[in-house]
């Protein structure tokens, strides 16, 4: 059973930074592509920013030039750096991670953790 633990949520003022990490627990893991998504009260949850295997990102229009995603293999963890963070940013977090257990392929999600951006 792989879980992914989250970390790194908190309160910050508009301006601050964050960083966010997913790690994946089990063991003969390796990482396919990785996500992070975030879902804000009474809105539907969207993609924030994602990484392929290959080092392919892409990121929503709405955090470009302040989020970044990373990934570190060797500890099956995946980061979410976040930079100028605004009130809009406000949103539980969930990583999601493509995975492969001896070379099965699936995918697994983390439980959530709440980033509130305010004053």
């Known amino acids: 059973q792989v879980q992914l633990v989250e970390s790194g949520g908190g309160l910050v003022q508009p301006g601050g930074s964050l960083r966010l990490s997913c790690a994946a627990s089990?063991?003969?893991?390796?990482?396919?592509?990785m996500g992070w998504y975030r879902q804000a009260p009474e809105k539907e949850r969207e993609s924030v920013a994602r990484?392929?295997?290959?080092?392919?990102?892409n990121y929503a229009d709405s955090v470009k030039g302040r989020f970044t995603i990373s990934g570190d293999n060797a500890r099956n963890t995946v980061y979410l750096q976040m930079n100028s963070l605004k009130p809009e940013d406000t949103a539980v977090y969930y990583c999601k991670l493509d995975l492969r257990s001896n070379g099965i392929p699936f995918t697994s999600w983390g439980q959530g953790t709440q980033v509130t951006v305010s004053p």
């Open positions: 990484m392929t295997g290959g080092g392919v990102t």
């Open positions: 089990g063991s003969r893991l390796s990482i396919d592509a």
